[in-house]
Nanobody, 125 residues
Framework: QVQLVESGGGLVQAGGSLRVSCAAS????????MGWFRQAPGKEREFVAA????????YYADSVKGRFTISRDNAKNTVTLEMNSLKSEDTAVYYC??????????????????WGQGTQVTVSS
């Protein structure tokens, strides 16, 4: 089992920045690729960003590429999503997720085994 706890969400104006973090506990953190997903009201959960266990491979949704940065610290068992130039359409509950994977990271919700409880990000226009 891997337990994931997100933090750092909040309210920010359009064009601003916000950082959300995820702390992991349980099994060896560096056995897992990590992903960030988001879900807006009335919409399906969607991929935002993912990072391989080593941090050497990073993947982004087209909608956030160039604005968001995912990173991880395996010594601290954390993964962070730095969000810049935020838009109102970025408003959602953001979830971190863990996928046991030897190489790369998936963009698919169903391939992630463990999920956090989510943190709300609201961007006001």
């Amino acid at each position: 089992q891997v337990q994931l706890v997100e933090s750092g969400g909040g309210l920010v104006q359009a064009g601003g920045s916000l950082r959300v973090s995820c702390a992991a506990s349980g099994r060896a953190f560096n056995d897992y690729a990590m992903g960030w997903f988001r879900q807006a009201p009335g919409k399906e959960r969607e991929f935002v960003a993912a990072i391989s266990w080593s941090g050497g491979n990073r993947y982004y949704a087209d909608s956030v590429k160039g604005r968001f940065t995912i990173s991880r610290d395996n010594a601290k068992n954390t993964v962070t999503l730095e969000m810049n130039s935020l838009k109102s359409e970025d408003t959602a509950v953001y979830y971190c997720a863990a996928e046991r994977r030897a190489y790369g990271a998936s963009r698919i919700v169903g391939e992630y085994e463990f999920w956090g409880q989510g943190t709300q990000v609201t961007v006001s226009s």
